[in-house]
């Protein structure tokens, strides 16, 4: 076979695991998104933006355990949380900055709280429920109240609560002159803005890392629950999940009794019965983000980015991981850093350059996982072990 036909094959069999866009919007800022799935049934990534007179929300939700909470946050957070900047403004009479941050703060503590309380109402009792009580020891009687398939929609709504997924969301106002980023988890937001004289470019990081490498989240964890000492284990809560910050994951975050009676057999259960023995002082998993501002000018160049993304350059410090990815989704060619050569010898493939009307978020997931190497898109395309799902976000200002 000729490298022609090779990478034809390659190119479509890439596009079949590749869901993409590119769209204009916002006062013609661009905005394309891209997100790769190499071995999993489905990806769990969702990416989304929603425009509204107040300005532009775009975000990245990173499901795990499935995809079901990722997908309904994607349709469903973004709306309220432009309702809430709206009505606080207006109630509160208070600066765009700060309704911004106690909006995206509450709101997404709320809309966490509203995920598992949707449950706790279906249940005669409600929030009086003695969920102790030997009688929902029965999964039956569970069952009885929620319904027994995902198809049924009180089981689907219980469902959101009990998986989980991480939030990265981003909201810029009206006038294009300030980013507001609101982070939940462990994807990446970062913004490159080209310095006085022109040429070069400085990126900022906009998120936090809220996972069991980060040694302040390792920290803040292990004080909330004293006397817990294996409550981070290998990187992990519990031993069982990366993330210390989500939405969802409510096993991890209600009282013992409910976790044990009611939303274990919220079938298939993520956490098996001995890491929900082992919660004896929820919560342990966080959904308060923590949000980030910064100015912005038209130019600028705004990327989210799943942990998928960062897991394929582990082998960069944070430094030069975060120009990387800025570079590559820029419109002009790679060189514009310095570093560019650097960097492709570290990752050992050359680079695609930019072409007009390519999708840089798309080019920005090839050229991080193969370049121009073959050898390396037919192992992307048909791999050897699973990957994480691979999702990018890039708005053009």
Known sequence: MDQQTWLKQLSIAFSQKCIKSLDVCFDNSRISQAGFQAKKPLNEDKTVFLESPLGLIIALFDGHHSDELSDYASKTLPSLLFERIQKTLIEQGCTMD?????????????????LIQD??????QKDKTDWSDSFWED???????????????????ARYAVVGTTALIAFIDRAKENVWVASLGDSDALLGQKRDDGVNWEVSCLSDSHNGQNAKEVERVQAEHPGEPRVIQNGRVLACLTVTRALGNHQLK?????AKNILRFIWPSPFPMEVLDNCVSPPYISATPV??????????????????????????????KKKLIISLSLDSDVDSFSENASWSNQ????????????NPAERLIKNVCFGTDLGKMAEAVNPSEEWDDISALVLQL
């Open 347 to 358: 990752l050992g493939h050359k680079f695609i350059l930019a072409q007009d009307g390519d």
């Open 119 to 124: 449950v706790i109402d279906e249940f005669p």
């Open 139 to 157: 999964e039956r009687e569970v069952f009885s109240v929620l319904g027994w398939l995902k198809e049924h929609p009180k089981f689907q709504r």
């Open 254 to 258: 209600t009282p013992y009794h409910f």
């Open 291 to 320: 949000v980030r501002h910064h100015s912005i000018q038209p130019g600028d160049i705004l990327v989210l980015s799943s942990d998928g993304l960062a897991n394929e350059l582990r082998n960069f410090d944070e430094d030069n």
């Open 98 to 114: 700060e309704a911004v941050v106690t909006s995206l703060i509450q709101g997404i503590e709320e809309y966490d709280r509203w």
